[in-house]
């Protein structure tokens, strides 16, 4: 996108609130939380059948994705994306779906990636991957900007990465990718892995020492109740403390300080020097009251929560001529009456409400 594309806003749409959250300009919610990440879906489709995100059972081969028409374009994410930096957020992450199916992805890459702040400085650009088509696109990924990549890998075993992935797809191949992202540069590298008991929290242990060895930062999370399609129990719930007891049986830990108020997981140090590992605990330990995070699915809905069951509709007015101020007045407005607190207030009633599925949010 050329700097001429970037908008123009009204000088309101950077200057409402969060302040007092992070000390920086931009949007706050009705908790006080400032709208700093957005996360882009730009695709629903994905190559993979993980059972707690698209169970084979019923996301079957004649499963019904978007119709092509219906997805944003790789312009009108950039367009949107440049009103989200408008008006305060500094992460871009790129998800699906699996990101990689979408064709011409380093087109979108490149163009995310020459947005900037209102004050001129860089985004934080990543993306999350299955790491499954990372092989091919790990050098034209970097040479287009991308910053860093997130690798979601449930197991080195083979037969247990086969019944977490649901299609068999082979470990090395993703090991392959990952070696091909460090070869082009993208750093560091996040290994996030969802933990699901009666699957494979066997594979912790294997899957901590792997990452100390090849100095990867790796990330357990707990197994969430996104959408109503996993059949998701709390009872499969390996939670943070047991994967830390496990971790620290092994090699002792200790707790550091958070990079960044927002940042959703919890931090530890191995004390021999082996590095770093993390828990994502949004069942066990909630951090919702820190959440600053939006979505932006790939048909142009605006989620404001990952257990959301209805957003905003942003395709509607981008294709009907709204302008960038426009466009940024709804995403505002939106953000501002923003209350969301799922993982805080998650009961029996509130895990039967309307919840939108994780890959077609964007995770």
Same mark, same amino acid.
């Given at each position: 996108?050329?700097?001429?594309?970037?908008?123009?806003?009204?000088?309101?749409?950077?200057?409402?609130?969060?302040?007092?959250?992070?000390?920086?300009?931009?949007?706050?919610?009705?908790?006080?939380?400032?709208?700093?990440?957005?996360?882009?879906?730009?695709?629903?489709?994905?190559?993979?059948?993980?059972?707690?995100?698209?169970?084979?059972?019923?996301?079957?081969?004649?499963?019904?994705?978007?119709?092509?028409?219906?997805?944003? @374009?790789?312009?009108?994410?950039?367009?949107?994306?440049?009103?989200?930096?408008?008006?305060?957020?500094?992460?871009?992450?790129?998800?699906?779906?699996?990101?990689?199916?979408?064709?011409?992805?380093?087109?979108?890459?490149?163009?995310?990636?020459?947005?900037?702040?209102?004050?001129?400085?860089?985004?934080?650009?990543?993306?999350?991957?299955?790491?499954?088509?990372?092989?091919?696109?790990?050098?034209?990924?970097?040479?287009?900007?991308?910053?860093?990549?997130?690798?979601?890998?449930?197991?080195?075993?083979?037969?247990?990465?086969?019944?977490?992935?649901?299609?068999?797809?082979?470990?090395?191949?993703?090991?392959?990718?990952?070696?091909?992202?460090?070869?082009?540069?993208?750093?560091?590298?996040?290994?996030?892995?969802?933990?699901?008991?009666?699957?494979?929290?066997?594979?912790?242990?294997?899957?901590?020492?792997?990452?100390?060895?090849?100095?990867?930062?790796?990330?357990?999370?707990?197994?969430?109740?996104?959408?109503?399609?996993?059949?998701?129990?709390?009872?499969?719930?390996?939670?943070?403390?047991?994967?830390?007891?496990?971790?620290?049986?092994?090699?002792?830990?200790?707790?550091?300080?958070?990079?960044?108020?927002?940042?959703?997981?919890?931090?530890?140090?191995?004390?021999?020097?082996?590095?770093?590992?993390?828990?994502?605990? %949004?069942? @066990?330990?909630?951090?919702?009251?820190?959440?600053?995070?939006?979505?932006?699915?790939?048909?142009?809905?605006?989620?404001?929560?990952?257990?959301?069951?209805?957003?905003?509709?942003?395709?509607?007015?981008?294709?009907?001529?709204?302008?960038?101020?426009?466009?940024?007045?709804?995403?505002?407005?939106?953000? %501002?009456?923003?209350?969301?607190?799922?993982?805080?207030?998650?009961?029996?009633?509130?895990?039967?409400?309307?919840?939108?599925?994780?890959?077609?949010?964007?995770?």
């Amino acid at each position: 996108m050329q700097e001429s594309d970037e908008p123009q806003l009204p000088a309101e749409a950077t200057a409402v609130g969060g302040a007092a959250f992070d000390g920086l300009p931009g949007v706050a919610d009705a908790l006080g939380r400032a709208l700093r990440d957005l996360r882009i879906s730009v695709t629903d489709r994905c190559n993979f059948r993980c059972p707690y995100c698209m169970p084979a059972e019923i996301f079957g081969r004649d499963f019904a994705f978007l119709p092509h028409a219906q997805v944003l @374009t790789l312009e009108e994410i950039a367009r949107l994306a440049a009103v989200f930096a408008a008006i305060g957020a500094r992460k871009l992450r790129i998800t699906g779906g699996e990101p990689l199916v979408r064709r011409d992805l380093p087109v979108l890459v490149a163009q995310l990636a020459a947005l900037r702040t209102p004050d001129g400085g860089p985004l934080d650009l990543t993306l999350t991957t299955n790491g499954s088509g990372l092989l091919p696109l790990a050098v034209p990924l970097a040479e287009a900007g991308l910053a860093r990549i997130t690798v979601s890998l449930d197991s080195l075993d083979d037969a247990v990465f086969g019944a977490m992935n649901g299609v068999d797809f082979p470990v090395s191949r993703v090991l392959d990718g990952i070696a091909a992202a460090r070869s082009a540069g993208l750093a560091p590298i996040k290994i996030n892995t969802v933990v699901r008991r009666g699957l494979n929290e066997a594979s912790i242990l294997p899957l901590a020492r792997w990452a100390r060895d090849e100095g990867l930062v790796l990330r357990f999370i707990e197994y969430m109740d996104v959408g109503h399609s996993n059949g998701w129990r709390l009872d499969d719930v390996v939670s943070a403390d047991e994967i830390l007891a496990v971790l620290g049986a092994a090699w002792p830990l200790e707790p550091l300080a958070a990079d960044y108020r927002g940042e959703v997981a919890g931090r530890y140090r191995y004390l021999d020097g082996g590095g770093e590992v993390g828990v994502i605990a %949004s069942v @066990t330990r909630p951090f919702c009251g820190d959440c600053t995070r939006a979505r932006l699915a790939a048909d142009g809905m605006l989620y404001t929560c990952l257990f959301a069951g209805s957003g905003l509709d942003l395709k509607t007015p981008l294709r009907a001529g709204a302008s960038d101020g426009e466009l940024a007045a709804l995403i505002r407005a939106t953000w %501002s009456a923003r209350a969301d607190r799922y993982s805080e207030l998650r009961s029996a009633a509130t895990s039967r409400l309307p919840k939108i599925e994780m890959f077609a949010l964007g995770g």
